[in-house]
């Protein structure tokens, strides 16, 4: 069974630091891995995604890894701004037998950006 | 905008009622699938679609039934509301994952309490 852990579960930084979230899974069959944001009592937003093939993908500040072999990811945030204050979702893409293609989930990290 | 609609955004049910949530993209994806979200448990899949006619079992169906009619929509029915059955529920959608460079898009939710 697929597990997705992601470390720190809440992060407070001051504004303007770089900083890094950390997501591992226990089994390297994906297809493709999700970085998702959810603002409180909000959906959730697809920031990156990085296919198994991919090592990583950048998106303005937001760079996501992938080391499938190692299964982790990380998302680096650069010059991280109050509005970044969110919880961050790390999900796998993959096969499960007993319910096909899915995405499984971390619990998320909480991270709030101090003014 | 193209993209996962759900309706409604809030509802309150009594125990043992019945209701139907709602599904609907237009993005012509495949795959369609529905999560609910809990506190320390995350998101976990309840059923999904591979496309119209079909559908299938998750990790936590009991208690909800769905169908496929057609490519767009893809409602949840809660056969009798429970009180465990409180949560916040997703409907995602997406082209084939295993063949394509695409993601999931979430819809905004449906906060449901039961009572």
């Known amino acids: 069974k697929q597990e997705v852990t992601q470390i720190p579960a809440a992060l407070s930084v001051p504004e303007g630091e770089n900083l890094v979230l950390n997501c591992s899974f226990t089994?390297?069959?994906?297809?493709?891995l999700q970085w998702f944001r959810q603002d409180p009592g909000k959906g959730l937003t697809s920031l990156l995604l990085?296919?198994?093939?991919?090592r990583e993908q950048t998106s303005g500040r937001l760079n996501a890894s992938l080391d499938k072999s190692s299964g982790r990811s990380t998302l680096y945030i650069a010059a991280s701004q109050p509005g970044d204050s969110a919880t961050y979702l790390c999900?796998?893409?993959?096969?499960?037998?007993?319910?096909?293609?899915?995405?499984?989930f971390g619990e998320g990290t909480q991270l709030t950006v101090n003014p | 905008n193209a993209g996962v609609t759900q309706t409604p955004k809030f509802q309150v049910l009594k125990t043992g009622q019945s209701m139907t949530l709602q599904c609907a993209q237009d993005m012509n994806h495949e795959y369609m699938s529905w999560y609910r979200q809990d506190p320390g448990m995350g998101l976990r899949l309840i059923h999904y679609?591979?496309?119209?006619?079909?559908?299938d079992q998750g990790e936590v169906p009991n208690g909800y039934n769905v169908s496929r009619s057609t490519t767009e929509d893809f409602p949840l029915r809660l056969l009798s509301a429970a009180p465990s059955q409180t949560s916040v529920y997703f409907c995602?959608?997406?082209?084939?994952?295993?063949?394509?460079?695409?993601?999931?898009?979430f819809g905004s939710g449906t906060r449901l309490t039961v009572v």
């Open positions: 995602a959608s997406s082209y084939r994952p295993d063949v394509t460079y695409y993601g999931y898009t």
């Open positions: 999900a796998v893409g993959g096969w499960v037998e007993t319910s096909g293609s899915r995405l499984t």
């Open positions: 679609s591979v496309g119209a006619g079909i559908t």
């Open positions: 089994d390297s069959a994906i297809y493709n």
């Open positions: 990085i296919q198994s093939s991919q």
